[in-house]
């Protein structure tokens, strides 16, 4: 509203595809495509990541750049990673420009604990493309399936040999399925 936008194409991966299910829900008249990336409808509908992978994304001991290098293998499968090295730079440069506190990354954990759309998701009228990556560890692809089965005429990609980071990843097979989703 603030920039005249009265309609958009809405796309939310992770935290980000939580969020953009509540505007849907919320704001429907303001969404004209919905787009949820490696996310979930949280509540105990939700499968969660394993008790290991957990601890891996909470732990905040360590430098930046050790941090990071965990917070990737949450992403990436490790042979991907060593094949893909450059990644890590560019994730690193990123990350600094804008360092998660630990105070922030708390608040935004305990934001996902007491999300759950799951009751409210028949309510999407929305044309919806869910889509994840068939390996995703941090957020399993049970999640997307979930999703698509529940919001009505929701259309669902998973890519193979793909973890939490598959836009990256699989970067030109999401954008072509993304553009000739959104037309």
Request: proline share 4%; hydrophobic share 40%; net charge negative.
């Amino acid at each position: 509203e603030a920039v005249g936008i009265d309609r958009a194409y809405v796309l939310g991966v992770s935290m980000g595809g939580m969020i953009a299910q509540e505007l849907a829900l919320n704001y429907p008249a303001k969404v004209d495509k919905l787009v949820l990336c490696a996310t979930f409808c949280g509540g105990e509908e939700s499968v969660l990541a394993t008790p290991e992978v957990m601890a891996k994304l909470v732990d905040r001991s360590g430098t930046d750049e050790e941090r990071v290098r965990r917070t990737l293998t949450l992403l990436f499968a490790e042979d991907w990673l060593k094949e893909h090295e450059e990644h890590f730079d560019e994730f690193f440069a990123r990350y600094m420009r804008a360092p998660t506190t630990d105070e922030n990354a708390l608040r935004q954990f305990m934001a996902t604990t007491t999300f759950s759309t799951h009751d409210r998701l028949p309510l999407i009228d929305k044309p919806t493309l869910v889509a994840c990556g068939a390996e995703d560890i941090l957020m399993p692809p049970e999640n997307s399936r979930i999703l698509a089965d529940i919001i009505p005429g929701a259309e669902l990609i998973a890519y193979e040999g793909a973890g939490h980071g598959y836009i990256n990843q699989c970067r030109e097979e999401f954008t072509d399925a993304l553009v000739g989703f959104l037309g």
